[in-house]
């Protein structure tokens, strides 16, 4: 196991610059998730970790070494790919052993190896089975048991559960944790899917555009978002946005709907803001704002609410089961406490 250090990295494609001088501490046994929107460089980033991509400028670390300049089996990684990549001619046993078959790796080590990752990922009885006679959960086992037999310093993940539908995608999500949980190696794992990323990482890293947007443990990005991007791509659903400005101790949208504020920022009245509110921190209430109920879509557990006020559409998220119907008005409440201000202009966060 090892620290992986990111330094001032910058990458470019002829004259396109693609990743911006990203740093990143990732500690050792830590679980990190680079998460972002296709094109923001999270998949470049872990390439270039791998030694897949070459660096066009700043430093990688990987515990105690530098390794801009080294090849990529010699940097003592194991990368678990979104195609699984197994060889259709070999047993799933032949599959996991193969890298340690070319380094020639007596076959008593290679058999030990093979049989201790098979039991941590449940593989024992298929071990002589061919890719073709496996599900794709079990496949992108095989590929995973292949990575845990080199014993690496970091485990690597390039989008792993996207060839998955999406009831297996929450098994393998859960297996993936127990697994280093169990193992404590050092893991970067990308992923565009943001509830991947909540559920799994010690450590979120958000990416856009090339640049960190903001790094922190889940909750901490969720409950606290710098800018009006984490905000928006942190939780499902996503984050309401409604535009006005300050007023005294509340807000005002564009369409003249007010709305509570636990606090204001001193002195900002009338300065024109965004009014962040998740859609769970809604609460049915009959001293609360009207609005017209456009959809209602109940899920089981809890409903799921599109309301209008103010030419503004807002979404809703209620434990309780709603009985209205579309065209009819209720009245909701936003938690003062949990709302998040931001500039205008800048998209940043606003403090009270």
Do not use: W
């Not at 599900?135 to 095989?142: A, E, I, N």
């Not at 990308?190 to 990482?201: G, L, N, P, S």
């Not at 920022?265 to 704002?289: K, M, N």
């Amino acid at each position: 196991m090892a620290a992986v250090e990111i330094r001032d990295v910058r990458k470019a494609f002829g004259a396109t610059p693609v990743i911006h001088g990203v740093s990143i501490d990732i500690q050792d046994g830590e679980f990190v998730i680079l998460v972002g929107p296709s094109g923001c460089g999270k998949s470049t980033l872990l390439r270039m970790i791998a030694g897949l991509e070459n660096i066009t400028g700043g430093e990688i670390r990987i515990g105690d070494r530098v390794v801009n300049n080294v090849p990529p089996k010699e940097r003592d990684i194991a990368m678990v790919f979104q195609n699984y990549a197994l060889y259709p001619h070999m047993t799933v046993a032949e599959n996991m052993g193969f890298s340690l078959k070319l380094r020639r790796a007596p076959k008593a080590e290679i058999q030990e190896r093979v049989n201790r990752a098979a039991q941590i990922l449940g593989l024992t009885q298929l071990l002589d089975r061919y890719p073709r006679q496996l599900s794709g959960g079990q496949r992108q086992r095989v590929a995973m048991g292949r990575a845990i037999v080199r014993d690496p310093q970091v485990f690597l993940f390039d989008e792993p559960l996207s060839n998955l539908d999406a009831k297996l995608r929450v098994a393998m999500r859960t297996e993936i944790k127990e697994l280093h949980q169990r193992l404590k190696t050092t893991t970067v794992y990308v992923t565009h899917d943001q509830i991947e990323a909540m559920t799994m990482a010690d450590k979120i890293v958000v990416m856009h555009d090339g640049i960190v947007e903001q790094m922190g443990a889940p909750l901490e990005l969720y409950d606290r978002p710098d800018n009006l991007f984490v905000a928006g791509f942190i939780g499902s659903p996503a984050m309401n946005f409604i535009k006005g400005r300050i007023e005294g101790q509340g807000f005002v949208s564009d369409g003249g709907v007010t709305l509570p504020l636990a606090r204001a920022p001193q002195g900002a009245t009338g300065r024109r803001a965004i009014y962040g509110i998740r859609p769970e921190h809604f609460r049915l209430s009959g001293d609360g704002v009207p609005v017209q109920v456009v959809v209602v879509e109940p899920t089981g557990s809890e409903t799921q609410v599109f309301v209008e006020a103010g030419g503004q559409e807002i979404t809703c998220v209620f434990r309780e089961r709603v009985t209205a119907k579309p065209g009819e008005t209720i009245r909701i409440a936003p938690e003062p406490a949990l709302v998040h201000l931001f500039d205008e202009q800048t998209g940043r966060r606003l403090t009270a």
